[in-house]
T-cell receptor, first 107, second 114 residues
């Protein structure tokens, strides 16, 4: 199956700082999504972004499908941003997940 | 419904017991996926339904795992003769489109096998 790599694996930020999370994938994909897994384990949709750029408040994402990567930008981070961020790519009938970036925002 | 609903949220089973996990997808969603998430890992694909048809079950780890979606809406994941290595969070997701589209997850069912 397709390989999905996320970096960095762990990230600690001071509240208010900005960060960029990266997702690389090994083959052409139909779709790409970014999720935030909260401390209770729920996967929250952030972006459905097979290509291009989207913004939602302090978060934005860019996918360059031809170069097989996507970036998630978090600006002015808050403690509530803590958790694990996953990207997932779709090819055929499956969605493949990366191993995630664990983000801790400290006050 | 408004979102994907899973039950039970927590299940403790003794080794060897059978368990059944239920998923109620978003109304009208064609695709339904089951994933298994071990502690500290990303979700791993188990199986995929398009309406009532199970089109892909390549991720089911053994023949003790069985899933069904008989009427194309609610799905049940059954694990027979549970083992300790089955302890994980089982996540259900649905999407409007066949085989893709935006995926929406339930809160998961956390299974602990003693």
């Amino acid at each position: 199956g397709i390989q999905v790599e996320q970096s960095p694996p762990d990230l600690i930020l001071q509240e208010g700082a900005n960060s960029t999370l990266r997702c690389n994938f090994s083959d052409s994909v139909n779709n790409l999504q970014w999720f935030h897994q909260n401390p209770w384990g729920q996967l929250i949709n952030l972006f459905y972004i097979p290509s291009g750029t989207k913004q939602n408040g302090r978060l934005s994402a860019t996918t360059v499908a031809t170069e097989r990567y996507s970036l998630l930008y978090i600006s002015s981070s808050q403690t509530t941003d803590s958790g694990v961020y996953f990207c997932a790519v779709n090819t055929g009938n499956q969605f493949y997940f990366g191993t995630g970036t664990s983000l801790t925002v400290i006050p | 419904g408004a979102g994907v609903s899973q039950s039970p949220r927590y299940k403790v089973a003794k080794r060897g017991q059978d368990v059944a996990l239920r998923c109620d997808p978003i109304s009208g969603h064609v695709s339904l996926f089951w994933y298994q998430q071990a502690l500290g890992q990303g979700p791993e694909f188990l199986t995929y339904f398009q309406n009532e048809a199970q089109l892909d079950k390549s991720g089911l780890p053994s023949d003790r795992f069985f899933a069904e979606r008989p009427e194309g809406s609610v799905s049940t994941l059954k694990i027979q003769r549970t083992q300790q290595e089955d302890s994980a969070v089982y996540l259900c997701a649905s999407s409007l489109l066949a085989g893709g589209g935006e995926l929406f997850f339930g809160e998961g069912s956390r299974l602990t096998v003693l």
